[in-house]
């Protein structure tokens, strides 16, 4: 059974940073890309980066890119999402995802 557990999310004043984590079992981590996703109250699922098995191709949301670095460690079934110069608009419940599954969240709120 695939499962994704994400860490890593906080209250953090605008311009602050954050380090969300995914670690993931279930499935042979290292074959596969990952994805993180995420959810502003009371909006749809925003797409907000991709990142290819071997973790030497990433892609980027045009509203994250230069902020954010998605990465990944295969000895560890880990996937992280590093938040820079976070915006109030960043507010949202981050989600990693692998193919249709994806993990319980974790909030990350931009606020002073």
């Known amino acids: 059974e695939v499962q994704l557990v994400e860490s890593g999310g906080g209250l953090v004043q605008p311009g602050g940073s954050l380090r969300l984590s995914c670690a993931a079992s279930g499935f042979t981590f290292k074959s596969y890309s990952m994805t993180w996703v995420r959810q502003a109250p009371g909006k749809g699922l925003e797409w907000v980066s991709d990142?290819?098995?071997?973790?030497?191709?990433?892609y980027y949301a045009d509203s994250v890119k230069g902020r954010f670095t998605i990465s990944r460690d295969n000895a560890k079934n880990t996937v992280y999402l590093q938040l820079n110069s976070l915006k109030t608009e960043d507010t949202a419940m981050y989600y990693c995802k692998k193919d249709g599954t994806r993990g319980q969240g974790t909030q990350v709120t931009v606020s002073s």
């Open positions: 990142i290819n098995s071997g973790g030497d191709r990433t």
